[in-house]
C-alpha cells in the first residue's frame, strides 16, 4: 500500500508539471519514461533490461527489470543477472539460464533515486517548455499578439502572453508617443524569434509596416478577404503614413472602403498608432502617375522620370511646392518611400501667363483622354502643347484626329486670352 500511495504522490506531482508547463498528456508519457530511464542508467550503467510502463488511464506506472539467472558463484551484474538461490524464491520452477522478469519499486532505489528523478523531470520540462514556446512564435512572424505588460524597463518592456510566455518589445520598436502601464494590453507585431543556446526571444514591433498592413487586415475585410491588396506602405512612425491599395474588383473603391464610411475603418488604426496621419491611395503601375498620387495634396504641372537612375523631376506652382513638401520635409520623403523614386521639386514658373489644369477642360475633352495624357507626364495645357503633334501621337497612342482636336481646343483657350 505505501508502495502505490509513493506511485500516485509521484504521478501527482508530474501532473502538476503538466497543468503548469501547458504539456499534452502523451508528450508527458514519454517525458517520464525518458527520465525514468535517465536516472536507472546513471545508477545502473544501463537501461536497456528495463521496461517501463506508464498508465496515463490510471494514473500509475510500473518498472520490469529482465535479469538472466545464473549459478550462485558465477554471479557478477546483479543488475542483469540473479543467483539461482534469489531467482527460487521467486519461483521454484526458475532454472540456470532463464530470463526473470520482476516488477521493481522505484522509490526502493532511495530518496537520492527519486531526487534525481524529479530533477531530471523537471529540467526536461523547462527544455520542452522552450522548444514549445519557440515553435509556438516561429510561425507567428509577421502576426499581431496580443500581451499584458508585465515590467518597463528603460530599453525594452517585457510582455506576458496568455499562457505567461515573455516576450519582448524594444524601445527602439515603440511608437514615439506610446506610453504603456504594468497589467495593460498592448498590441504588436511579431518581427523576430531567436533561439541561442535554446533561450527563445521573441521580439515584438509596432514601427514595422506589417504592423500597420495587420491592423489594415483587421478593420478592412476587403483587405482580409483578398478584394483589396496593400501593395506598398511608407512610414514614419507615430507621425505619417501613405499606403498605396488596390483592387481586384472594379466595384470597390479601394480607397474609400479603406477609410470607411466618415473615417470609421481608419479611425481605429489611427489610434491605435497614436495618432499618426494615414494617406490612403490608388497604387498603379505607372510611375508618373503613382508619384503624382504619392505627392497628394500637392498638384503638379509636369514630370520628368529617370528610369536608369530612378529618379524624377517633378515640377509645380509656387503656391503647390509647401504643400509636396509637406511639414518637416515628410510629404516628399514618404512619397520618395512609397513610390522609390527620388523626387526632386522645382517651382513651375511660367513666364507667359497663367497655366491651366487639364480636368478643367473635362466638358470638352473626354475624362480618359485627359487620364491618358497625364500618365505621359501632361498635367497642364501647356504641358501638351510644349510637345509636338506627332510626339503627343507616339507617347499617348491616341489616333491622329483626337490629337488634332485636344490641340485645338488647349490653342483656343489660349487665343481667347
Known amino acids: 500500500m505505501a508502495k502505490k500511495q509513493e506511485t500516485v504522490s509521484m504521478i501527482d506531482t508530474f501532473a502538476e508539471f503538466k ?16 527520465a525514468f530511464r535517465n536516472v536507472i542508467s546513471k545508477m545502473f550503467g544501463s537501461d536497456e533490461n528495463y521496461d517501463i510502463i506508464i ?17 550462485d558463484d ?15 524464491k521467486i519461483d521454484e520452477d526458475y532454472e540456470i539460464g532463464e530470463e526473470i522478469t520482476d516488477e521493481v519499486n522505484f522509490a ?3 530518496r537520492r533515486a527519486v531526487l534525481n528523478l524529479r530533477q531530471a523531470l523537471a529540467s526536461k520540462i523547462l527544455e520542452l517548455q522552450k522548444d514549445n514556446l519557440y515553435n509556438k512564435y516561429k510561425d507567428r512572424v509577421g502576426q499581431i499578439a496580443a500581451a499584458e505588460v508585465y515590467q518597463i524597463w528603460k530599453k525594452e518592456i517585457l510582455l506576458l502572453d496568455d499562457e505567461e510566455n515573455e516576450l519582448i518589445l524594444p524601445k527602439t520598436e515603440q511608437i514615439p508617443g506610446d506610453f504603456f502601464r504594468k497589467n495593460e494590453t498592448a498590441r504588436a507585431v511579431v518581427v523576430k524569434v ?25 478593420e478592412v475585410p476587403e483587405i482580409h478577404d483578398g478584394l483589396i491588396t496593400i501593395k506598398r506602405i511608407a512610414r514614419i ?11 481586384y474588383d472594379d466595384r470597390i473603391d479601394p480607397v474609400g472602403a479603406c477609410v470607411g464610411m466618415k473615417g470609421a475603418r481608419i479611425h481605429g488604426i489611427v489610434r491605435e498608432l497614436r495618432n499618426e496621419n494615414i494617406d490612403v491611395i490608388n497604387y498603379t503601375n505607372n510611375t508618373a502617375l503613382f508619384i503624382q ?50 523626387i526632386d521639386v522645382f517651382r513651375d514658373i511660367d513666364v507667359d501667363g497663367e497655366d491651366i489644369y487639364l480636368d478643367e477642360f473635362s466638358d470638352e475633352i473626354e475624362s480618359w483622354v485627359i487620364e491618358v495624357l ?15 503633334r506627332e510626339e503627343i501621337i507616339e507617347k499617348a497612342d491616341l489616333e491622329e484626329n483626337t490629337v488634332d482636336e485636344i490641340l485645338g481646343i488647349l490653342k483656343a483657350e489660349f487665343e481667347d486670352e
Open 19 to 34: 497543468e503548469l508547463k501547458n504539456i499534452d498528456r502523451t508528450t508527458l508519457i514519454s517525458v517520464l519514461e525518458e
Open 293 to 342: 498620387r504619392a505627392l497628394s495634396p500637392a498638384k503638379i504641372s509636369s514630370i520628368k522620370i529617370h528610369e536608369t537612375e530612378k529618379r524624377a523631376e517633378v515640377f509645380l506652382r509656387p503656391e503647390e511646392v509647401s504643400l509636396a513638401i509637406g511639414k518637416g520635409g515628410l510629404n516628399i520623403k514618404l512619397a520618395s518611400m512609397l513610390t522609390e523614386y527620388i
Open 55 to 71: 498508465n496515463p488511464d490510471k494514473g500509475d506506472f510500473e518498472i520490469w527489470r529482465n535479469r538472466e539467472v545464473v549459478a
Open 74 to 88: 558465477e554471479l557478477e551484474d546483479p543488475n542483469l543477472q540473479i543467483s539461482l538461490t534469489e531467482a527460487r
Open 237 to 247: 512612425p507615430g507621425e505619417r503614413a501613405k499606403v498605396a491599395v488596390e483592387s
Open 108 to 110: 526502493g532505489f532511495g
Open 374 to 388: 497625364k500618365n505621359i507626364g501632361c498635367y497642364t495645357a501647356k504641358n501638351v502643347l510644349a510637345l509636338s
Open 194 to 218: 531567436d533561439n541561442q543556446n535554446n533561450n527563445p526571444r521573441i521580439v515584438l514591433s509596432r514601427t514595422s509596416n506589417l504592423f500597420m498592413q495587420r491592423l489594415f487586415e483587421l
